[in-house]
């Protein structure tokens, strides 16, 4: 049975850090690219960082780059987000997610709410 497992996220001052993690079971972990998506209220899903698999090279959000970094382990089968610098408008729900390259299957995460006050 795939899962995706988010945990981390809360409540923050503007400017604070989180750390969010996604551990990920029921498929081979290293073979998959991995994302962060997050949506806030009233918006659509969108995509804050990806790293793939074969290279781990990685893509970033405008709105994130220099703040968020986006990390994986694969032998824990978990992939990370740090989140620094963090501003309201970053509030949403964040959800992991699974490809398999270059056009397999993909899984999604229940997702875990980040809040920021400011």
């Known amino acids: 049975q795939v899962q995706l497992v988010e945990s981390g996220g809360g409540l923050v001052q503007a400017g604070g850090s989180l750390r969010l993690s996604c551990a990920a079971s029921?498929?081979?972990?290293?073979?998959?690219?991995m994302s962060w998506y997050r949506q806030a209220p009233g918006k659509e899903r969108e995509l804050v960082a990806r790293?793939?698999?074969?290279?781990?090279?990685?893509r970033y959000a405008d709105a994130v780059k220099g703040r968020f970094t986006i990390s994986r382990d694969n032998a824990k089968s978990t992939v990370y987000l740090e989140m620094n610098s963090l501003k309201p408008e970053d509030a949403a729900v964040y959800y992991c997610?699974?490809?398999?390259?270059?056009?397999?299957?993909?899984?999604w995460g229940q997702g875990t709410q980040v809040t920021v006050s400011s």
């Open positions: 790293m793939r698999a074969t290279d781990q090279s990685t």
């Open positions: 029921g498929f081979t972990f290293r073979r998959y690219d």
């Open positions: 997610k699974a490809d398999e390259p270059p056009f397999g299957a993909t899984y």
